[in-house]
């Protein structure tokens, strides 16, 4: 299956992504800022299953023309999706 995982990067989105691969998933997955945080998240995924594919994007949820354009790469990328988990969000106090 073809998972698309919003806000990857770091915390429970990582750990969705590794399990994802590690299950033999292809997985794309977002990030807003860490550019660094996400190929870490990348190149553990790589650890995990070397045969599945895993992409970060980057992407700003608030922006509707950033979306557009995340969602025609990850089509061009990976041709469809079957499983999309929405965790990117942020709290501030």
């Given at each position: 299956?073809?998972?698309?995982?919003?806000?990857?990067?770091r915390?429970?989105?990582?750990?969705?992504?590794?399990?994802?691969?590690?299950?033999?998933?292809?997985?794309?997955?977002?990030?807003?800022?860490?550019?660094?945080?996400?190929?870490?998240?990348?190149?553990?995924?790589r650890?995990?299953?070397?045969?599945?594919?895993?992409?970060?994007?980057?992407?700003?949820?608030?922006?509707?023309?950033?979306?557009?354009?995340?969602?025609?790469?990850?089509?061009?990328?990976?041709?469809?999706?079957?499983?999309?988990?929405?965790?990117?969000?942020?709290?501030?106090?």
């Amino acid at each position: 299956m073809i998972f698309v995982i919003t806000g990857g990067s770091r915390g429970i989105g990582a750990e969705v992504v590794a399990q994802a691969v590690a299950a033999g998933h292809d997985v794309a997955f977002t990030f807003n800022e860490n550019e660094a945080a996400a190929q870490r998240v990348v190149e553990h995924a790589r650890t995990l299953n070397q045969e599945s594919k895993c992409i970060a994007y980057r992407l700003d949820v608030r922006s509707s023309a950033s979306v557009d354009a995340f969602s025609v790469k990850v089509l061009n990328d990976f041709s469809s999706v079957d499983v999309v988990v929405s965790n990117a969000g942020i709290n501030r106090n």
